[in-house]
């Protein structure tokens, strides 16, 4: 199972970035796909979270600004983050539970990061 994060790049303060997440592979079928995200010095942390049946949950940093999106035809996550802050930038990750075989247990994945620097 492969976690592909794209999307990310420079934008100025007040503006937009759409990040996508492909999952790809051999596997059964993927359920909660979240975002997290890390900023120098800092841990990593959770911006949003969305369950297979379409239940989100926001960070209360982003909460307004970024909509979290899912495409289970594609298993392909997205982030559209808007009105974006100088404090947004971190490194971004993607992450999802995978049932890789039917009717084993869920293991975590991890996409390789994609940056995202907000500045003017």
């Known amino acids: 199972v492969q976690l592909q994060a794209s999307g990310g790049g420079l934008v100025q303060p007040g503006g937009s970035l759409t990040l996508s997440c492909a999952a790809s592979?051999?596997?059964?079928?993927?359920?909660?796909m979240n975002w997290y995200r890390q900023a120098p010095g800092n841990q990593r942390e959770l911006v949003a979270s969305?369950?297979?049946?379409?239940?989100?949950n926001y960070a209360d940093s982003v909460k307004g600004r970024f909509t979290i999106s899912r495409d289970n035809a594609k298993d392909t996550l997205y982030l559209q983050m808007n009105s974006l802050k100088p404090e947004d930038t971190a490194v971004y990750y993607c992450?999802?539970?995978?049932?890789?075989?039917?009717?084993?247990?869920?293991?975590?994945?991890w996409g390789q990061g994609t940056l995202v620097t907000v500045s003017s």
């Open positions: 969305s369950t297979k049946g379409g239940n989100l």
């Open positions: 992450n999802a539970n995978v049932e890789v075989e039917r009717g084993t247990r869920e293991r975590s994945y």
């Open positions: 592979g051999n596997f059964y079928s993927v359920y909660a």
